[in-house]
């Protein structure tokens, strides 16, 4: 490796990339937040001017700050936006790509795409990129890829001088390496951020990692901070379903949003709050609760998760999160088992993996590396010869001998294991006051959270007898968007082929599920959904695309129960997820499995299962969220309670445009009803002054919808 190039602006660097690079250049940038926006701003300018050279960007997930479709909602999100997002600079080409502007010597390929955000645009439809998490790396380097750029945290300066892939050290350490191993040169870009929070563990890198180090004062700016969504009553419902499957002592992935905020939130009312969390749930399981867990988490658990997101933090900071996991196979295996029985260093440890084969009598220079790096002995002892000195005490190293270990155990031995982790994550991305507490979390505390490359996390090849020993019980917990009758998942694409966000890590974990004897593959989804089309059931007979294919189904949860699919034949599968579908589409879903063959002619829903409304779940809920037990935002938010009633209103108007029936109802009632909105928020929307019988209606349906 040699020194990185030190480059003080954005447009010396352009200039660099645009002289080492002749031909097109092919750009990676991460997903998420780790891009180095106000670089990829000036590279995607410079070139958009210039029809002679070509572009070509490699990535995903592009975030862009929240614009409103219709005057009312940019009105109200303007000041939201300034004073969320701060100085965060948007992409330039998300914002012609999603105007369908993209100059033709540039084009975008992801293999994420913001959820639902690119629906019938047809450059990011036929730009998408198809491929699991893991393969993300290799598929990025086979486009020809000669330029990766990423932003990075920094800590010194000059000769000590440490950087960290912060939020994204999923892929970028393996792009670069299959880049260079097939042998095209390609240049590493790292873009200085100072408000970027600095991860230590597998993230951090050396500088000369990077080809080049921008510097540059405009490299630092707000990182992409997304409000907390609100919980619903659904959401808490399939939340504390969830829950009751995560087993003490396991290991628990989680995803971004209100279904992971309510997984996170329940987790904790099991913990502390045990005889309210069990009547909770007695109330929205028909079925009983045979097979939940219900206790308190007296050992903890890991988090293992392609994404740390908010939910996990709170775990962590409410002591669940901190089962921690070892490096080492055997010493982990030794833990699992019980031989180990905890982290703290006794002779009894030191015998157990001399038993186990894991160091030897006499002890090498490697055991003792091993023993020193756990705090398994003290940092000072030393092998001196054929002799282990620490302080004024020595002994053999042949420790087997009773003499020797008598001597180590009394005077060497360490106090608690050392370098355990009990958070792995490969990127994050959350709320503004997640970043402000990595920020400023304990050194101690951040150096148990190990962002990691995704190849690790997401999948048990290499190093498979570690990733057993660690994974141990695992939830993997999944969102998705529609559960055919025979238990295969469409989570990524419509009928149609459009792709709604991509397939992410998802069929990782449903693989790794499977591949793990005591994991589960824990699929969740709303019971229905509704749009323009108006409101539809999320379990259907048949669907013309499919993420996960049935033979891989396990559990599937909505907000009205859990359908347990593991091992069992179509006809059980068939009834078992018409029972937690909602009651209104069930008799439909009956009918359709009785014409393919696949119900008996006198099959009926259960009367328990036929009560599946959203309405019953509400007033199920409705007390516990008033006792705050399950409040709307339990990790908080950056909105104003006035700024909640103002999106709550709108909320209920935009539903109504997608359904004109409801919308001239509401205006009617409206107009005849004649309330007011406070000035405060009418003056924030631009409707304080009245100028058309326009602005009159809108004025009203605003205020009639509050």
């Not at 962002?451 to 498979?464: P, V």
Request: glycine residues 8%; hydrophobic residues 40%; charged residues 20%.
């Amino acid at each position: 490796m040699t020194a990185p190039l030190f480059v003080a602006s954005m447009d010396a660097c352009v200039d660099h990339i645009l002289d080492a690079v002749a031909g097109p250049i092919v750009l990676g940038i991460p997903l998420g937040v780790g891009k180095p926006n106000p670089l990829v701003n000036a590279l995607y300018q410079r070139i958009k001017a210039n029809p002679a050279r070509q572009l070509r960007i490699i990535t995903a997930l592009s975030l862009e700050k929240p614009v409103g479709h219709s005057e009312l909602e940019k009105n109200f999100l303007q000041p939201l936006v300034e004073r969320v997002f701060g100085d965060y600079p948007d992409l330039d080409y998300v914002k012609d790509l999603r105007a369908n502007q993209l100059p033709p010597n540039i084009e975008v390929q992801e293999f994420f795409m913001k959820t639902g955000d690119y629906l019938g645009n047809v450059a990011a439809q036929m730009g998408h990129i198809s491929t699991n998490y893991t393969f993300a790396a290799r598929d990025m380097a086979v486009q020809g890829m000669n330029v990766v750029a990423q932003a990075v945290a920094a800590k010194g300066e000059g000769e000590s001088l440490r950087l960290s892939l912060s939020s994204n050290p999923d892929i970028t350490q393996a792009v670069v390496e299959s880049v260079r191993a097939s042998g095209q040169p390609v240049i590493t870009v790292g873009v200085i951020n100072h408000k970027t929070p600095f991860m230590p563990n597998g993230a951090e890198v050396s500088p000369d990692f990077f080809d080049v180090v921008v510097t540059d004062p405009a490299g630092t700016h707000d990182v992409f901070a997304p409000p907390n969504n609100k919980v619903s009553p659904a959401d808490y419902a399939i939340g504390l379903h969830a829950s009751s499957l995560v087993q003490d002592g396991g290991t628990l992935q989680i995803g971004i949003g209100s279904l992971g905020d309510a997984i996170g939130q329940s987790l904790i009312v099991r913990d502390r709050h045990g005889p309210e969390y069990r009547r909770i749930l007695e109330s929205i399981c028909p079925g009983g609760l045979a097979g939940r867990e219900l206790g308190r988490f007296d050992i903890g658990l890991y988090g293992c998760s392609e994404m740390l997101v908010n939910a996990f933090l709170r775990l962590i900071e409410a002591g669940i999160i901190r089962r921690e996991v070892y490096d080492d196979a055997v010493l982990q295996q030794l833990l699992n088992s019980g031989e180990i029985p905890d982290n703290c260093v006794t002779p009894h440890m030191l015998q157990a993996l001399l038993d186990a084969g894991r160091i030897r009598s006499p002890l090498s220079e490697e055991d003792l590396d091993f023993l020193k790096h756990y705090g398994i002995l003290r940092a000072e002892v030393v092998l001196h010869g054929q002799q282990l000195r620490c302080g004024s005490h020595q002994c053999s190293n042949q420790i087997r001998e009773p003499a020797s270990f008598a001597l180590v155990s009394q005077h060497m031995l360490g106090t608690h294991l050392l370098h355990g982790m009990y958070m792995t994550g490969g990127f994050f991305l959350g709320p503004r006051d997640f970043y402000e507490r990595l920020r400023t979390m304990a050194p101690q505390d951040l150096a148990k959270i190990d962002m990691t490359r995704i190849d690790f996390i997401n999948q048990l090849y290499g190093n498979d007898a570690l990733k057993r020993a660690q994974r141990r019980k695992a939830s993997f917990m999944n969102t998705t968007m529609v559960v055919t009758l025979l238990g295969a998942a469409a989570s990524d694409t419509l009928e149609s082929g459009q792709v709604v966000s991509g397939v992410g890590g998802q069929y990782n974990f449903v693989a790794m599920s499977h591949a793990l004897a005591d994991a589960r593959l824990i699929m969740m989804l709303r019971a229905t959904h509704d749009n323009k089309h108006g409101l539809k059931s999320s379990i259907v007979w048949n669907y013309g695309s499919v993420t996960i294919p049935r033979h891989l189904r396990d559990v599937v949860i909505t907000e009205y129960g859990i359908a347990e699919l593991r091992g069992q034949s179509d006809g059980e599968v068939v009834k078992r997820l018409i029972a937690i579908a909602d009651s209104r589409f069930q008799d439909e879903l009956v009918k359709q499995a009785k014409a393919h063959g696949k119900l008996e002619a006198d099959y009926e829903v259960p009367e328990c299962y036929r009560h599946n409304l959203p309405e019953v779940i509400a007033a199920k809920i409705k007390p516990w969220s008033e006792a705050g037990l399950l409040p709307d935002f339990p990790f908080g938010t950056d909105l104003t309670e006035d700024e909640l009633h103002m999106v709550r209103a709108l909320k209920k108007m935009k539903h109504a445009s997608h359904h004109p029936a409801e919308l001239v109802t509401m205006a009617v009632k409206s107009l005849w009803e004649g309330k007011e909105a406070p000035p405060a928020y009418l003056a924030r929307l631009g409707l304080d002054e009245v100028h058309s019988f326009k602005d009159r209606v809108m004025r009203r349906l605003f205020a009639n919808s509050l």
